[in-house]
């Protein structure tokens, strides 16, 4: 606390408002610590990260296209009727894992599908063995 000198009528007065100049210089050098020591601290392991890349879509005839509609429905490589069930589905993915080169699934979903229903297709997908699963997305528009 800080205390006030030489009052008006000879008495003492004591001031109660905190000097926060002290409070100050040590924040500022605190803060040139923290700035200086913050390297030595966040030693991270130096790795490469991958670049961004946009590739063009170009549907290969041996690829694997899944639709789910904003219904849920699965519709195999783009067939008007849906497949019955996720047993019919994993049974034809069966089918195609086993092929040499084994194909890419590329799953086109719609914007408001459930969550729930594009996880149950890749989980299928994943249970029949299929390695590349990718997505099929709408390239951001262009101002």
């Known amino acids: ?13 004591v001031n109660s408002t905190i000097n926060t ?24 392991t130096k790795v490469v990260l991958p670049a961004e890349k946009n590739d ?36 034809k993915m069966k089918e195609v894992a086993v092929l040499i080169p084994q194909p890419e699934v590329h799953i086109r979903g719609d914007q408001n599908a459930r969550y729930e ?4 297709t890749i989980l299928t997908v994943q249970r029949a063995g299929i390695s590349k699963v990718g997505f099929v997305l709408e390239p951001p528009a262009k101002n």
């Open 21 to 44: 100049t002290p409070l100050v210089d040590i924040m500022l050098v605190l803060l040139i610590i923290f700035i200086i020591t913050s390297p030595v601290v966040l030693n991270l």
């Open 56 to 91: 063009p879509y170009n549907p290969d005839a041996k690829n694997v296209i899944i639709t789910v509609s904003k219904d849920g429905d699965i519709y195999w490589r783009g067939l008007r009727k849906p497949v019955a069930s996720d047993d019919e589905l994993f049974q």
């Open 1 to 13: 606390m800080a205390m006030q000198i030489g009052g008006d009528e000879g008495e003492d007065q």
């Open 117 to 120: 229903a594009i996880g149950k």
